[in-house]
């Protein structure tokens, strides 16, 4: 939470440029207003994941995620971004089974969350078990993705 005071002060602005500000953040629905100050809606949260992830997507994780098989040995098969991730699921590079097992055990989801802080994604796979959800989910944040970075 910040009020304009704390605002004005940190970006060394004047008080009125900080509630101009504050007033055009409020009418996005980025911020709320509460008693004591502003704080950040949970949509403006999703925004701010979203935007590091657009980041994240064109670098490399901090560690790939390496498929292994159900004894835990490990697979060729690793993936470095989420449209990396949505094209083993997509074009099921590896079997559907193998795939689900990982989204099961919550694998894939710790990783998004670890690697590449995509939360808000590994939190949507984390309340579906159907397969082709999990392509719809997949492919619908890379969209999102691919049209924010366009933008």
Known sequence: MITINELSKKLNISKTTARNYVKRLLGLGILERLRDGYFMTKNAIKLREMILAIKSRSGIAKAPF??????????????????????????????????????????????????????????????????????????????????????
């Open 66 to 151: 390496t498929f292994t098989d159900r004894n835990g040995t490990p697979l060729q098969l690793q993936v470095k971004t989420i449209d990396q991730l949505y094209a083993v699921f997509k074009y099921k590079l590896a079997p559907k089974e193998l795939l689900m097992h990982h989204l099961k055990q919550g694998y894939i989801q710790a990783w998004l969350k670890d690697s590449l802080g995509a939360t808000e994604l590994a939190e949507s796979l984390n309340k579906t078990y159907d397969y082709e959800s999990v392509v719809r989910i997949l492919e619908k944040y890379v969209a999102l993705l691919t049209e924010l970075s366009s933008t």
